[in-house]
C-alpha cells in the first residue's frame, strides 16, 4: 500500500539573553555543573519569579520574523509534571495563549518547488535541567544550570511530508533566527533542539494515523535519518496488518534506530493553568511595529541584492547567505578587498574547506577578513601565486600568523625575475621536445602543460603569466 507521510516538528530554541528567564543567573553554556543556580531556578519554597523583559523582546522578534501573528496580551501557565530535571515539578510556559501564531515560512519540497510551512504557534517557556546518566546504568545526575534558560518553542502544522523537506525547513528556520539574533542554535551545545512527531496514513485519505514522537536527535542529518528510520519501521507494521502504537522514541545514533522511551502522555495529562505568580505579557502595537522595523535584512533580501549590488550568481549568493555569519564575513572582506566574485570564491572554496577540515565555525577561527583581504591583495600584486595562496591561507589559519608573515618567513615570494625564469622555462623546453612541436603543430593547449612543468620546477612560485609568455616567445623564437 502506498502511504502519505505526514510529519510535524517541535523546535525548542534558547534565547540569547544576559540571564535566565524568571532570575538574573547568567545564560551561558558552562561544563562545571550546577553553578548557574539560585533558589528561583533550583524551585526553592518562596522564591519569586520575575521576569526578563529581554527574553519577551527577542520571542517577539523571533515571531516576528516568522511571519506570526502576534498577542498583545499573552500568559504564563504552569505545566504540571514530576520528572528530576524539573525542580518546580512544574514547567512555566504558554500554553493557552502564545505569544506568536499562525505563521509561516518557505522552503523548497522534494521536486524543487517552493511550498509554505505552516507554523502554529511560537511559545515562550523556561528550560528544564538536564540529566547525566551514568554509564553503567546504576543512576543518573542532574545539571540545573540549563533550568530556567528562557526558550521559544516552535511548533508546525502537520504539513512537511519528508524528512528531506523536514531538514530544509531546520536549515532555514536556523537561518532565520540567526539573522533576527535571538539565538545562535548551536545543536552541539543545546541551544537547537527539535523533537519530530510522525505517522503515516494511506494515501488519499484525510485520517490521521497513530504518531509517535522522535527525540535525542543532535543534528539535523540524525532528524533526516531517524525519520527515513522511522517511516519504513511504521511502513512494516501497517503492511503487516497492525496498529503503529503511539509511544515517544529515542534517536540511538551509534545504532541508527530507534528506542522506546514510553507512552505518548496528551495534553490534558500536564493540568495547566495560568500562574498566578506572573503577572500577563502586554505589548502595545507601537511596540510591535517598532520591533517589526527594528529586524535585519534577512538571506533571501540579501541575496536578492548580493545578485543586484555585486553581480553575483544565485549559488554564490545562496551560499554566502544561507549563515548570518558567513554573509558578515563576505561583507567585512570587502570593506577591505573590492572585488565581490574573488571573494566569494575564496570564501566558499578555500576558506569553507579550512573550516569544515579544523570543524570550526566562521565567527570564531583565526582567520579574519583582514586576513583574507591581505592574501587576496597578495594575489592581485603578484606578490604570490593562487597556487602558493592556498598553501598561504591554511598555514595562516592553523598558526595563526598573517598571511605576509607566513610568506616572508618561509621564502614563498613569487619569482617575477626574467632571468631566473628563463633558465627554468630553456630547461623545461629543452626535457619536453615532443610537447614543443605539438604546440609548433597547433596543438596550442599543451602550453599548459608546459607551464604546469614550470610550476613544478619553482615549486609554484612561477609567476604564471610571466611563464606563459616566455614559454610562447621561446617557442615562436
Same mark, same amino acid.
Given at each position: 500500500?502506498e502511504y502519505e507521510v505526514?510529519?510535524?516538528?517541535?523546535?525548542?530554541?534558547?534565547?540569547h539573553?544576559?540571564s535566565?528567564?524568571?532570575?538574573?543567573?547568567?545564560?551561558?553554556f558552562?561544563q562545571?555543573?550546577n553553578?548557574n543556580?539560585?533558589?528561583?531556578c533550583?524551585?526553592f519554597?518562596g522564591?519569586?519569579p520575575?521576569?526578563?523583559?529581554?527574553a519577551?523582546e527577542?520571542a517577539?522578534?523571533?515571531?516576528?520574523?516568522?511571519?506570526c501573528?502576534?498577542?498583545?496580551?499573552s500568559?504564563?501557565?504552569r505545566?504540571n509534571y514530576?520528572?528530576?530535571?524539573?525542580?518546580?515539578?512544574y514547567?512555566?510556559?504558554?500554553?493557552f495563549v502564545?505569544?506568536?501564531s499562525?505563521?509561516s515560512?518557505?522552503?523548497?519540497?522534494?521536486?524543487?518547488?517552493e511550498?509554505q510551512?505552516?507554523?502554529g504557534r511560537?511559545?515562550m517557556?523556561?528550560?528544564?535541567?538536564k540529566?547525566?546518566?551514568?554509564?553503567?546504568?546504576?543512576?543518573?545526575?542532574?545539571?540545573?544550570?540549563?533550568?530556567?534558560?528562557?526558550?521559544?518553542?516552535i511548533? !508546525?502544522?502537520?504539513n512537511?511530508?519528508?524528512?528531506?523537506?523536514?531538514?530544509r525547513y531546520l536549515?532555514?528556520?536556523?537561518?532565520?533566527l540567526?539573522? @533576527?539574533g535571538?539565538?545562535?542554535?548551536?545543536?552541539?551545545?543545546?541551544?537547537?533542539?527539535?523533537?519530530?512527531?510522525?505517522?503515516?496514513?494511506?494515501?488519499g485519505?484525510? !485520517?490521521?494515523?497513530?504518531?509517535?514522537?522522535l527525540?535525542n536527535?543532535?543534528?539535523?542529518?540524525?532528524?533526516?535519518?531517524s525519520l527515513?528510520?522511522?517511516?519504513?519501521?511504521?511502513?512494516?507494521?501497517?503492511?503487516s496488518?497492525?496498529?503503529?502504537?503511539?509511544?515517544?522514541?529515542r534517536?540511538?545514533?551509534d545504532?541508527?534506530?530507534?528506542?522506546?522511551?514510553?507512552g505518548?502522555?496528551?495534553?490534558?495529562?500536564?493540568?495547566?493553568f495560568?500562574d498566578?505568580e506572573l503577572?500577563?505579557?502586554?505589548?502595545g @502595537?507601537e511596540?510591535?511595529?517598532?520591533?517589526?522595523?527594528?529586524l535585519?535584512?534577512?538571506?533571501?533580501?540579501?541575496?536578492?541584492?548580493?545578485?543586484?549590488d555585486?553581480?553575483?550568481?544565485?549559488?554564490d549568493?545562496g551560499?554566502?547567505t544561507?549563515?548570518?555569519?558567513? @554573509?558578515d564575513?563576505?561583507?567585512?572582506?570587502?570593506?577591505i578587498?573590492?572585488?565581490?566574485?574573488?571573494?566569494s570564491?575564496w570564501v566558499?572554496?578555500e576558506? !569553507?574547506?579550512?573550516?569544515n577540515?579544523?570543524?570550526?565555525?566562521?565567527?570564531?577561527?583565526?582567520?579574519?577578513?583582514e586576513?583574507?583581504a591581505?592574501?587576496?591583495?597578495?594575489i592581485?600584486?603578484q606578490?604570490?601565486?593562487g597556487?602558493?595562496?592556498?598553501?598561504?591561507?591554511?598555514?595562516?589559519?592553523?598558526?595563526?600568523?598573517?598571511p605576509r608573515?607566513?610568506?616572508?618567513?618561509?621564502?614563498l615570494?613569487q619569482i617575477?625575475?626574467?632571468?631566473?625564469?628563463?633558465?627554468?622555462?630553456?630547461?623545461?623546453?629543452?626535457?619536453?621536445p615532443?610537447?614543443?612541436?605539438?604546440y609548433?603543430?597547433?596543438? !596550442?593547449?599543451v602550453?599548459?602543460?608546459l607551464?604546469?612543468?614550470v610550476?613544478?620546477?619553482?615549486?609554484g612560485k612561477?609567476?604564471p603569466?610571466l611563464v606563459n609568455?616566455?614559454?610562447?616567445?621561446?617557442?615562436?623564437?
Open positions: 500500500m505526514i510529519i510535524g516538528l517541535e523546535v525548542h530554541v534558547e534565547l539573553t544576559e535566565k528567564l524568571f532570575c538574573s543567573c547568567p545564560n551561558r558552562v562545571e555543573p553553578i543556580t539560585c533558589p528561583v533550583l524551585g519554597p522564591a519569586m520575575q521576569m526578563n523583559e529581554e519577551v527577542q517577539l522578534k523571533a515571531s516576528l520574523a516568522l511571519n501573528e502576534i498577542a498583545l496580551t500568559y504564563f501557565d505545566k514530576f520528572y528530576p530535571d524539573m525542580p518546580k515539578g514547567q512555566i510556559s504558554q500554553y502564545p505569544i506568536g499562525r505563521g515560512l518557505l522552503i523548497e519540497d522534494d521536486l524543487g518547488s511550498k510551512v505552516r507554523i511560537v511559545h517557556e523556561e528550560d528544564a535541567g540529566l547525566v546518566h551514568s554509564i553503567s546504568g546504576e543512576g543518573s545526575m542532574v545539571d540545573y544550570n540549563r533550568a530556567g534558560v528562557p526558550l521559544v518553542e511548533v !508546525t502544522e502537520p512537511l511530508r519528508s524528512p528531506g523537506e523536514s531538514r536549515e532555514q528556520l536556523k537561518s532565520i540567526q539573522y @533576527a535571538v539565538s545562535d542554535c548551536k545543536m552541539e551545545e543545546g541551544s537547537l533542539r527539535c523533537d519530530a512527531n510522525i505517522s503515516l496514513r494511506p494515501a485519505t484525510e !485520517t490521521f494515523g497513530s504518531k509517535t514522537e527525540k536527535m543532535n543534528s539535523f542529518k540524525a532528524v533526516e535519518k527515513e528510520y522511522e517511516i519504513d519501521r511504521q511502513k512494516k507494521i501497517l503492511d496488518g497492525q496498529e503503529v502504537i503511539s509511544q515517544t522514541l534517536w540511538e545514533e545504532r541508527q534506530e530507534t528506542i522506546m522511551m514510553r505518548k502522555l496528551e495534553a490534558h495529562d500536564y493540568r495547566c495560568t498566578p503577572a500577563p505579557i502586554k505589548l @502595537a511596540k510591535v511595529e517598532e520591533a517589526r522595523a527594528a535585519p535584512e534577512m538571506a533571501d533580501a540579501k541575496a536578492a541584492r548580493y545578485g543586484r555585486y553581480g553575483l550568481p544565485p549559488y549568493a551560499v554566502l544561507a549563515s548570518r555569519a558567513l @554573509a564575513y563576505f561583507e567585512a572582506c570587502l570593506a578587498y573590492d572585488n565581490p566574485k574573488v571573494v570564491n566558499m572554496g576558506l !569553507t574547506a579550512c573550516l577540515e579544523e570543524g570550526q565555525e566562521i565567527e570564531t577561527c583565526a582567520f579574519g577578513p586576513k583574507m591581505e592574501l587576496l591583495k597578495m592581485e600584486e606578490v604570490i601565486s597556487k602558493i595562496a592556498k598553501e598561504v591561507l591554511v598555514k595562516s589559519f592553523r598558526g595563526g600568523k598573517t608573515q607566513v610568506v616572508e618567513e618561509e621564502g615570494l617575477s625575475d626574467h632571468g631566473e625564469l628563463e633558465a627554468v622555462v630553456e630547461k623545461v623546453l629543452a626535457e619536453n615532443d610537447s614543443v612541436e605539438k609548433r603543430a597547433g596543438a !596550442t593547449k602550453i599548459g602543460f607551464v604546469g612543468q610550476m613544478k620546477e619553482t615549486k612561477a609567476n603569466q609568455e616566455l614559454l610562447v616567445k621561446k617557442i615562436d623564437g
